[in-house]
């Protein structure tokens, strides 16, 4: 569905994140006038103002932000305007030293950064409050703001008394009882059996890990950050119930459940930054990854778009190299979010800073001042192409395949003991098989262990190492009705709180997946094991090399499409399917090279019928997707490579929805060239 926008802004929202208090109010008058100029229609603001809004406690200094406000309206600029508590000014914590953060050495942290604060603590909690019901009051009913942006990219842990006191209430809630909690972290190893709840600690490097401890507290810090985002949604709402509320995911960032997370947004939006042009001869890779954190974004809130909240227009200044976009690349890198389900393109930042940490972050106006350089440039040309996209605002991406990533399964595997510790490679491994239907333009949902399964062909499950109660009973009644499951090495180990299936691997899956796992070989870097495909897919052919993890296994009712090669094992089972009622599972029994992989979902699409978004083959390093709404289905064909491309001829007639030109023909694209072609 649409996004409720209080403003009448009915395009795709094209702006960024602006820190005026940094500036005089001739600066802002100068900034707006490069903002008309660019197509700018909206910027957050207020991220980090606090020192400003609040400059000794209790006092409030709106007049500022009330200029600036409407100074943006009368130039038809929205705001998405932030609560302030993602950095607290010095006095709070002078005053309060217990909104610091510990550290899980018990050591208290010293003001600085962001993000130095304790979730739990009452004081933090009630100074935030306070001047967010300050801010809902004056301007909740204002129409030129139209979204409320929480904190900003929240992160990070506390170990404090009150934190660890919040931990132990959180697992009477969750176990219940200490013989429940005892019997799910399996406490009779090492004699760690609890006879008290104060006997508990938060999993410290000076104490214990535990794995079923390190999943109940990786659960706990989310439900704790989620806990203090909805205390600051309640103090806004106290005044204003109806702007949208948000705060700026990180993908695929593993410190907190996204999944749990985005239940109590009203809009899903991330700050994305890719590490373009890191290969020389094309960003493909970089290009699916980058797709897959978008769709990952998408699927939060399946069925309504998200918001691409931050991007750079040029470079940042933190990754060990920062490299400049290549010409084309701001435009490709932005109608890709815009592909993937992103109602927005925005920026960090808008101006780029004099001092301190963030000065030679990338932004739209550069310390020159003026509009005359190319990256300003690159930003008005994409406003340009924003304005022209007038019919996207709401279409969704329709997806038949799917890709499962679950934060608790990734706990689990990164605190796993065995095989690999130093390639686990869990987000690796999702990557490989998502990057498989990206090559073949397939449009794919990512979604974690909860998500209903209901509209997939076919759903790709790589190391499901833990199941939560029901995915297992899920998987059997999507592949009964006729869907195609493909697993890989590492599925069906351990329960939700982390404790191995009896009857070993894969656990629940066996029926469904048709075979049983005898043990699993850990490989050197050196060592490899030939793959042998046998007959029944045309894709395959020839000889793949596994690597790092090789499951041998038994085979009950699946039957074999490839074996090893190589090692005692060769001639047993690695690559099988299980007919179970109309569908079929697929288990991928070793790691193996992405060429496999690619070309068993080649095959298995092919099989099954699952459509490609354009006529292939496609060139290497092209990705076509697709969003669909009542006005038509719009196609982005997008070239991620330093060269010239030519696509084959679409399928049906299509007309280019920038230039108004009919496509039937072959379509040729440029350098990280990008176009949007419509279908009506």
């Known amino acids: 569905m649409a996004l409720s926008w209080k403003h009448p802004i009915k395009d795709l929202l094209h702006g960024g994140d602006y820190n005026p208090e940094q500036w005089s109010p001739d600066v802002w008058r100068e900034d707006i006038r490069l903002m008309k100029k660019a197509r700018i229609n909206c910027v957050s603001i207020g991220i980090f103002s606090w020192s400003h809004l609040e400059p000794e406690?209790?006092?409030?200094?709106?007049?500022?932000?009330?200029?600036?406000?409407?100074?943006?309206?009368s130039n038809g600029i929205a705001s998405v305007l932030a609560t302030p508590s993602g950095a607290r000014p010095p006095w709070l914590s002078q005053r309060y030293p217990e909104v610091l953060r510990v550290n899980d050495q018990g050591i208290r942290n010293l003001y600085g950064q962001r993000h130095n604060h304790c979730l739990t603590s009452?004081?933090?909690?009630?100074?935030?409050?306070?001047?967010?019901?300050?801010?809902?009051?004056?301007?909740?009913?204002?129409?030129?703001?139209?979204?409320?942006?929480?904190?900003?990219?929240?992160?990070?842990?506390?170990?404090?008394?009150?934190?660890?006191?919040?931990?132990?209430?959180?697992?009477?809630?969750r176990y219940g009882t200490l013989d429940a909690l005892n019997a799910a972290w399996w406490t009779s190893f090492w004699s760690h059996r609890y006879t008290d709840w104060n006997q508990i600690d938060a999993p410290s490097s000076r104490g214990d890990r535990v794995h079923g401890q390190n999943l109940a507290w990786q659960r706990f810090v989310t439900d704790q950050t989620v806990n203090f985002f909805n205390a600051e949604v309640a103090a806004l709402r106290e005044f204003d119930t109806k702007t949208p509320v948000t705060t700026n995911f990180m993908g695929a960032f593993p410190g907190l459940d996204y999944v749990e997370f985005a239940r109590h947004l009203d809009i899903v939006s991330w700050d994305s930054y890719p590490r373009w042009h890191s290969d020389p001869h094309s960003d493909a890779a970089i290009g699916a990854e980058t797709s897959f954190t978008h769709d990952l974004t998408r699927c939060l809130k399946r069925d309504q778009p998200f918001l691409l909240m931050e991007s750079t227009p040029s470079q940042v200044n933190w990754q060990q190299v920062n490299k400049l976009k290549r010409p084309g690349m701001h435009q490709l890198s932005s109608l890709q979010a815009i592909a993937h389900g992103s109602d927005s393109v925005q920026y960090f930042q808008w101006r780029k800073s004099r001092g301190?940490?963030?000065?030679?972050?990338?932004?739209?106006?550069?310390?020159?001042?003026?509009?005359?350089?190319?990256?300003?440039?690159?930003?008005?040309?994409?406003?340009?192409?924003?304005?022209?996209?007038?019919?996207?605002?709401g279409s969704l991406v329709p997806a038949r395949a799917a890709v499962i990533y679950d934060w608790n399964n990734r706990w689990a595997i990164d605190a796993y003991y065995g095989l690999r510790q130093d390639k686990k490679n869990y987000f690796e491994e999702v990557l490989q098989y998502y990057r498989g239907l990206w090559d073949l333009s397939?449009?794919?949902?990512?979604?974690?262990?909860?998500?209903?399964?209901?509209?997939?062909?076919?759903?790709?499950?790589?190391?499901?190492?833990?199941?939560?109660?029901?995915?297992?009973?899920?998987?059997?009644?999507?592949?009964?009705?006729?869907?195609?499951?493909?697993?890989?090495?590492?599925?069906?180990?351990?329960?939700?709180?982390?404790?191995?299936?009896?009857?070993?691997?894969?656990?629940?899956?066996?029926?469904?997946?048709?075979?049983?796992?005898?043990?699993?070989?850990?490989?050197?870097?050196?060592?490899t094991v030939v793959v042998r495909p046998l007959k029944g897919l045309p894709s395959l052919q020839g000889e793949f090399a596994a690597r790092e993890i090789c499951e041998r296994v038994h085979l009950e009712t699946?039957?074999?499409?490839?074996?090893?090669?190589?090692?005692?094992?060769?001639?047993?089972?690695?690559?099988?399917?299980?007919?179970?009622?109309?569908?079929?599972?697929?288990?991928?029994?070793?790691?193996?090279?992405?060429?496999?992989?690619?070309?068993?979902?080649?095959?298995?699409?092919?099989?099954?019928?699952?459509?490609?978004?354009?006529?292939?083959?496609?060139?290497?390093?092209?990705?076509?997707?697709?969003?669909?709404?009542?006005?038509?289905?719009?196609?982005?064909?997008?070239?991620?490579?330093?060269?010239?491309?030519?696509?084959?001829?679409?399928?049906?007639?299509?007309?280019?929805?920038?230039?108004?030109?009919?496509?039937?023909?072959?379509?040729?694209?440029?350098?990280?060239?990008?176009?949007?072609?419509?279908?009506?």
């Open 356 to 393: 301190s940490c963030e000065k030679f972050h990338g932004a739209v106006v550069d310390h020159c001042g003026h509009e005359n350089t190319r990256t300003f440039r690159d930003v008005t040309q994409l406003g340009e192409t924003l304005a022209q996209l007038s019919q996207l605002p």
């Open 122 to 173: 009452p004081v933090y909690r009630e100074k935030v409050a306070a001047i967010n019901r300050r801010l809902a009051e004056r301007y909740g009913a204002n129409d030129s703001v139209i979204l409320w942006h929480i904190s900003n990219e929240f992160s990070g842990e506390c170990h404090c008394d009150l934190c660890q006191s919040a931990f132990r209430d959180w697992l009477r809630r």
């Open 57 to 73: 406690e209790g006092r409030y200094d709106f007049a500022w932000m009330d200029e600036l406000i409407g100074l943006l309206s």
């Open 442 to 527: 397939i449009s794919t949902d990512c979604v974690d262990e909860s998500a209903s399964l209901d509209r997939y062909q076919l759903v790709v499950a790589p190391m499901l190492y833990l199941l939560k109660p029901g995915m297992a009973e899920k998987l059997e009644a999507f592949v009964q009705r006729g869907g195609t499951l493909i697993t890989s090495a590492l599925t069906g180990l351990v329960d939700q709180d982390d404790l191995v299936f009896a009857g070993g691997a894969p656990g629940p899956l066996r029926k469904l997946l048709g075979l049983w796992v005898e043990e699993t070989d850990a490989l050197y870097d050196h060592d």
């Open 558 to 680: 699946a039957v074999p499409l490839a074996v090893y090669g190589s090692q005692f094992y060769a001639g047993e089972p690695c690559l099988s399917e299980n007919r179970f009622g109309q569908g079929s599972a697929y288990h991928v029994a070793c790691r193996v090279e992405a060429k496999f992989t690619h070309a068993l979902l080649r095959d298995i699409a092919a099989r099954i019928g699952l459509q490609s978004n354009w006529s292939l083959p496609l060139p290497e390093g092209v990705n076509v997707q697709k969003r669909a709404s009542a006005q038509g289905e719009f196609y982005f064909a997008m070239n991620f490579n330093p060269r010239e491309v030519t696509l084959p001829a679409p399928a049906f007639p299509l007309r280019d929805e920038l230039s108004g030109q009919p496509v039937t023909g072959p379509l040729s694209l440029p350098s990280y060239g990008v176009t949007v072609l419509r279908r009506d």
